[in-house]
């Protein structure tokens, strides 16, 4: 099946260097992360995600806002469009790949949802939110052993996470452990 198939490429993409540009930033913020207590994880999250959604273009971040207010609107075919219109644009934008990535998720179309988060990793390996939506995909296709390694591929990234550690309790729960 193409998830067992797609699950070693995708873990693979943790070991590829960060993009460009805010790099060194984002590796300081990441190593916060590491040290960041239960009040603090979101910050540090939420700067992160802000790097990653800034382009350096004020048009194509125009772009990603509209694909993400779509989503929220619950218009993910508008959404997907959005965000495919930034990607025809700026192929190397991670969080373009993400975001429709998130979108197609929306709309149930998880083979699609799955090669934009490849995308995604492959040019930020350390996404953690496309992590999360590969293991929420894996988990909704009864792969939850490749669900659990996404989930703890996140949480190795971001410690503090009570959602992330509540999913790989019920997936450890449902297979007999109870270790965290």
């Known amino acids: 099946m193409i998830l067992r198939a ?6 693979a993409c943790l070991a590829l260097p960060a993009g460009a540009g805010s790099a060194e930033r984002i590796d300081q913020l990441f190593a916060a992360l590491q ?3 239960p009040d603090e994880w979101q910050v540090i999250e ?24 779509a989503l929220e609107s619950g218009d993910s075919k508008a959404a997907i469009e959005h965000f495919t219109a930034l990607i025809d644009h700026a192929p190397d934008f ?4 993400n975001g429709r990535a998130t979108a197609y998720f929306a709309a149930g179309l998880y083979g699609p949802a799955l090669d934009d988060i490849a995308h995604a990793l492959a040019l930020e390996p350390r996404h953690f939110g496309a992590l999360t939506g ?6 909704e296709s009864g792969r939850r052993e490749q669900a659990l390694e996404a989930y703890r591929a996140v949480l190795a990234l971001s ?12 997936l450890e729960r449902a297979r007999g452990e109870f270790d965290l």
């Open 6 to 11: 797609l699950f070693p490429i995708l873990l």
């Open 35 to 37: 040290k960041a207590g």
């Open 46 to 69: 939420a700067e992160i995600r802000d790097l990653w959604s800034d382009s350096g273009s004020p048009t194509l971040n125009l772009l990603l806002e509209r694909g993400y207010g």
């Open 94 to 97: 991670a969080e373009a790949w």
């Open 134 to 139: 590969l293991a929420m995909i894996l988990g």
């Open 159 to 170: 410690p503090n996470r009570p959602d992330v550690q509540e999913a790989i309790r019920a």
